[in-house]
């Protein structure tokens, strides 16, 4: 099974829905998960960081479940510019972060 | 805030030349990591160093070697370029190895011919 797993898309969304991404990981020992947010042909920007169960910023929500080794990302009331790639970053022991390769979104007028 | 500087955004090589990235961190990060990005490959860790002049290979370090002689610059070698190692690289830094976020400098789009 692959370290992480992200449904690559894209997802075409209207201005205004709701749309949510999830991730699945394998090393159940990981305890602090990441997003981050990647505009063509520039660098990943750090999202969210996911240490418990959850985190909400805004329009955004991330959360965590360990049971199933998923975590999830929400975006409410979607904008224009929330159109990129969000990568689902996940530790991996005493190792670097693994990074998915993410999951596009296309948010249409 | 975290400034990761790389030194070039575009490069021109030519095959079988020795080609130089550098990378400054303003942090006093432990950690640095140089990545490749390829279209559909995601990011694809090269090299990685938690300290000055130690360095560990990542998961693609074929063609490519490091250096890290002061805790604030990874630089990334390709000692003969091929047009293979034609991509978009990216330095990256953290506090720590796996529990906290990188921070990423604005990458250099290379080209070898």
């Known amino acids: 099974r692959k370290e992480v797993e992200q449904d690559p898309g894209p997802f075409n969304v209207p201005e205004g829905a709701t749309v949510a991404f999830n991730c699945t990981y394998s090393?159940?020992?990981?305890?602090?998960f990441f997003w981050y947010r990647q505009d063509c042909r520039k660098e990943p920007k750090l999202l969210m960081s996911v240490y418990s169960s959850g985190n909400e910023d805004g329009r955004f929500t991330a959360q965590l479940n360990r049971a199933s080794q998923y975590i999830s990302l929400l975006i409410r009331d979607s904008k224009l510019s929330d159109s990129a790639t969000y990568l689902c970053?996940?530790?991996?022991?005493?190792?670097?972060?693994?990074f998915g390769k993410g999951t596009r979104l296309s948010v249409i007028a | 805030d975290v400034k990761v500087t790389q030194s070039s955004r575009y490069l021109v090589k030519r095959t079988g030349e020795k080609v130089f990235l550098e990378c400054v961190q303003d942090?006093?990060?432990?950690?640095m990591f140089w990545y490749r990005q390829d279209p559909g490959l995601g990011l694809r860790l090269i090299y990685f160093?938690?300290?000055?002049?130690?360095?560990e290979k990542g998961d693609i370090p074929e063609g490519y070697s490091v250096s890290r002689e002061k805790k604030e610059r990874f630089s990334l070698i390709l000692e003969s370029a091929s047009t293979n190692q034609t991509s978009m690289y990216l330095c990256?830094?953290?506090?720590?190895?796996?529990?906290?976020?990188?921070?990423f400098g604005d990458g250099t789009r290379l080209s070898i011919l």
């Open positions: 090393n159940s020992a990981s305890q602090s």
């Open positions: 160093s938690y300290d000055v002049k130690m360095k």
């Open positions: 970053v996940v530790p991996s022991g005493n190792t670097p972060l693994v």
């Open positions: 990256a830094s953290s506090w720590t190895l796996s529990n906290q976020p990188q921070h």
């Open positions: 942090m006093d990060h432990e950690n």
